[in-house]
């Protein structure tokens, strides 16, 4: 749901909306999204609003395949919006619960099939039509619906006592600088490279590749991250940053990939120990500050002359090492 838009925008913009309609669209599903956080994370009964959220989906993409003008694709980002938010919620949240003792690895493994899902979206563009592209996903959709209608009620509660709550802003602050650099990366790498006068088929290449190294690092470090989990994020957010230095470098440009490979742990590590402190309502903050990150961080580079993008990438890579590292001082301080 997530890469699905990127994949199809040029399919779009030929001739079957404008600017301002492809704006429109990102604007209702952060709506659709918003709605779907609240009332995930303030749901009492995950037994019907899991299997109803795919079911959202399928609607929504049902819908827009099946209209024949723009104004059917934003009747349906809503559905599609609300749908991803309580997902998000749930999948989350009934992860780190199934798994209480190996919480972050799991989390981490759950997440990397993100990854495959963005990885496909842009691969399939090159062969299906959007239009089937969409009612292939809404199929899809329809059977996770299936899978998840037995899902159990979320647990309430906190696993532990919740000390050192001033650190869940902190926390919040290190989701907002994720999601910030991970939607820009994604949508302005490919500026970047141009600029540098790197071809189109190699930027494209490498933007799935940068999908697949979010995927490769969930998946293969997320059980050595969680040994220690902010002492070895604060490593991988270091490892981010030196790869974004080397991107001002131009013939280094390329590398960026590598930063999805050192940072894709951040996001499920950090949610599942919210989790374990804060219990089931930490789940709203997380996906409330994603949707921040994910939203504003692209927005604002939009506002970004194309030189100054690579610096606008490094601030964000700033932000994240110090709230890391500075998560990881208030953590120690309130475990002794």
Not at 216 to 243: C, K, M, Q
Not at 253 to 281: H, N, S
Request: charged residues 10%; aromatic residues 10%.
């Amino acid at each position: 749901m997530v890469a699905l838009p990127g994949a199809v925008l040029p399919q779009w913009r030929e001739g079957f909306a404008s600017p301002g309609q492809i704006a429109l669209y990102f604007n209702l599903i952060l709506v659709g999204l918003l709605v779907g956080v609240t009332a995930g994370s303030r749901s009492r009964s995950r037994r019907w609003q899991y299997p109803l959220a795919p079911v959202s989906v399928a609607v929504g993409l049902t819908l827009a395949a099946l209209t024949p003008t723009f104004s059917g694709v934003l009747a349906a980002a809503g559905l599609i919006g609300l749908g991803q938010g309580l997902i998000n919620v749930h999948g989350n949240g009934l992860t780190g619960e199934l798994w209480p003792e190996r919480r972050v690895a799991m989390l981490n493994w759950v997440n990397a099939a993100f990854g495959v899902g963005a990885v496909s979206a842009p691969i399939l563009s090159l062969w299906l039509p959007w239009r089937e592209m969409f009612g292939l996903f809404a199929g899809l959709a329809l059977v996770t619906a299936l899978l998840v209608a037995d899902a159990p009620g979320p647990q309430r509660g906190p696993a532990k006592e919740g000390r050192g709550r001033g650190g869940i802003w902190l926390a919040l602050l290190v989701i907002v600088g994720y999601t910030g650099l991970e939607g820009s990366l994604a949508t302005y790498s490919g500026v970047y490279l141009k600029l540098l006068g790197y071809p189109s088929d190699l930027t494209g290449t490498l933007l799935s590749l940068y999908w697949a190294g979010l995927t490769a690092g969930r998946l293969f470090l997320g059980t050595w991250v969680a040994l220690a989990p902010l002492r070895y994020l604060t490593s991988l957010t270091t490892g981010s940053l030196a790869a974004l230095l080397l991107m001002l470098i131009p013939p280094l440009a390329p590398i960026f990939p590598l930063v999805g490979l050192f940072y894709g742990p951040i996001f499920a590590t950090v949610f599942a120990l919210m989790q374990e402190k804060f219990g089931y309502r930490a789940a709203g903050g997380v996906f409330y500050a994603g949707a921040v990150g994910g939203t504003l961080g692209p927005a604002a580079f939009a506002l970004l002359s194309p030189p100054l993008v690579p610096y606008g990438f490094l601030s964000l890579g700033v932000l994240l090492l110090v709230s890391v590292n500075c998560l990881r001082r208030i953590d120690a301080r309130t475990a002794v």
